[in-house]
Structures are given as C-alpha cells and as structure tokens.
C-alpha cells in the first residue's frame, strides 16, 4: 500500500481526538461521578460552528472583528474539534461553599453551577490537550467555541458547560500569530 502523507495526517488527527476523549472520560472527578460529555466536529458541522461564531459576535458586539472571530478563522484552519462539557449536577458535599451559596440545596434552588463540574471540566480539558501535545498536534482551548456551540441544535441535551479544543495538523501552528483587536 501506499499512502501519502494527507491520508496518515487526516488518520493522526482523528485518533488523536478519538484519545483526547478517552483521555477527558479517565481524568479523575469530584467524587468519581462522571459528568462529562465528549464530541468531535469535523466538516461541514465544523464549518456550521465557525459561521455561528461570526454571527454571535455580530449579534452581541456589533462587530465582525475580534476574539470570537479570530477563533472562528482558526477553527476553519483545523482538521477538527474536539467539545468537552460538563453537565450540571451537585455533588452534595458537605462544608464547601466553594460555588458562592451556602450549600448545595441553594445553589440549586438559584439555578447556580456546582463549582466542581468547572473543576472536572477543567482537569478533563488539561488531560485531552496533554494527548494532543503528546501526539505532536496543535491545540488550543478556545471557551468561544463552547459558548457558540451552547446555542447549536447538535445535541438534544441542555444546560452543559462546554469548551472547544481545535487541532490542527500543518506546517505551522495555526494558533501561534494570533492577530488581536486593536
């Protein structure tokens, strides 16, 4: 067989993220409860993602210039994405108060979040890049993806928390000379 190097660089991307999912589901959680949700994006979905982004900015800033777009172009420029959310819950910890409310009950009663879920999310999203680095694949975690892809029919289920992780396979990084908004 012969195979050229689009072909072994497109099949590298998608085991890569294939393991920063595997990597995110392991990562340790408050209590061992497993709250968290992986997905990939590639294509025409990624590209539907990228567009939304643009319009979100429009809609709240009034601009088509700054961070939301900038990260819309890098996600373009990726091979895929790689969304990792966390769903809302409690874990009923006694003697925390780390979310601002007494406990958990009033969190829940404020329709607050449970400020271990940021916590998992956090430690899964470090362990999937972990792999992308590993794996010698540019990565970035861009919070404007996550935010967008909040607003997107994809997935039926509601109130999660997410963050997106473009990868990108090329010549140079496509997330190192990142213009900013003057």
């Not at 294509?43 to 900015?57: F, I, R, T």
Request: glycine letters at 8%.
């Amino acid at each position: 067989m012969f195979y050229e190097e689009r072909q072994m660089e497109e099949k590298a991307l998608m085991e890569t993220a294939a393991k920063m999912c595997a990597a995110a589901r392991t990562a340790p959680k408050t209590k061992g409860v497993d709250d968290i949700i992986t997905l990939v994006l590639t294509g025409s979905e990624k590209v539907k993602l990228a567009d939304k982004m643009d319009e979100v900015y429009l809609r709240e800033f009034g601009e088509t210039e700054g961070h939301y777009v900038r990260d819309a172009k890098n996600l373009r420029a990726s091979g895929a994405v790689v969304l990792i959310g966390v769903k809302k819950s409690y874990k009923g910890l006694p003697h925390c108060s780390f979310c601002g409310f007494k406990n958990c009950g009033e969190n829940k009663e404020h329709g607050g979040r449970c400020a271990f879920n940021t916590i998992d999310l956090g430690i899964a999203i470090g362990s999937a890049v972990s792999v992308a680095a590993d794996n010698r694949v540019d990565s970035r975690v861009m919070f404007s993806i996550g935010k967008v892809f909040e607003e997107m029919d994809f997935i039926k289920e509601k109130d999660i928390l997410w963050q997106g992780i473009p990868i990108s396979i090329s010549g140079k990084s496509p997330y190192f000379d990142r213009v900013k908004k003057k």
